[in-house]
T-cell receptor
């Protein structure tokens, strides 16, 4: 398994930014870093992915450390709908995504 | 917005019975996957499928499991003789590119309960 380390849980106030950290010290040069989330009773949902440069999309931003051994998912303004388990994943084979235990994000109104 | 659809949403079966879970991936996608999630546990990779054959599989995907794309639109997971420990949520996913470079689209899942 390509291992990542994330905090088990985090809390954020609604409408505040959230920074979700992930360590992936075993990452290889060709691995992309992916973030998915899983809302309660739903399938995983793609959030963002990147290789070396920071990435932005409509959902979030991904900040990747220069040595690529860590990354941070940034939700710019947390909403109640963002309460989910967030998974940081990197894969050293094309199609096997190994989901760890992720970070359970609680958004406080 | 295109989506991956899965049927049935919930199936209850007796131990030892065969089960087929069905998925309709997004129409122009080329890569297909099955994952499972036992209640309260993490999402586990089972198998990936490309060009009408299995490209990767995990240790979980033993001889009891098989996958098929019978008609160019459906993608099925068959469990030949179900065990109690097969009770889980099964998620189908598809992608246009390989998983490492592309986005996986997951279905809502099929809950399998083995009694």
């Amino acid at each position: 398994d390509a291992k990542t380390t994330q905090p088990n849980s985090m809390e954020s106030n609604e409408e505040e930014p959230v920074h979700l950290p992930c360590n992936h010290s075993t990452i290889s040069g060709t691995d992309y870093i992916h973030w998915y989330r899983q809302l309660p009773s739903q399938g995983p949902e793609y959030v963002i992915h990147g290789l070396t440069s920071n990435v932005n999309n409509r959902m979030a931003s991904l900040a990747i450390a220069e040595d690529r051994k860590s990354s941070t998912l940034i939700l710019h303004r947390a909403t109640l709908r963002d309460a989910a388990v967030y998974y940081c994943i990197h894969t050293n084979t094309g199609n096997q995504f190994y989901f760890g235990t992720g970070t359970s994000l609680t958004v406080i109104p | 917005e295109p989506e991956v659809t899965q049927t049935p949403s919930h199936q209850v079966t007796q131990m030892g019975q065969e089960v087929i879970l069905r998925c309709v991936p997004i129409s122009n996608h080329l890569y297909f996957y099955w994952y499972r999630q036992i209640l309260g546990q993490k999402v586990e990779f089972l198998v990936s499928f490309y060009n009408n054959e299995i490209s990767e599989k995990s240790e979980i995907f033993d001889d009891q499991f098989s996958v098929e794309r019978p008609d160019g639109s459906n993608f099925t997971l068959k469990i030949r003789s179900t065990k109690l420990e097969d009770s889980a949520m099964y998620f189908c996913a598809s992608s246009a590119l390989t998983g490492n470079t592309g986005e996986l689209f997951f279905g809502e899942g099929s809950r399998l309960t083995v009694l």
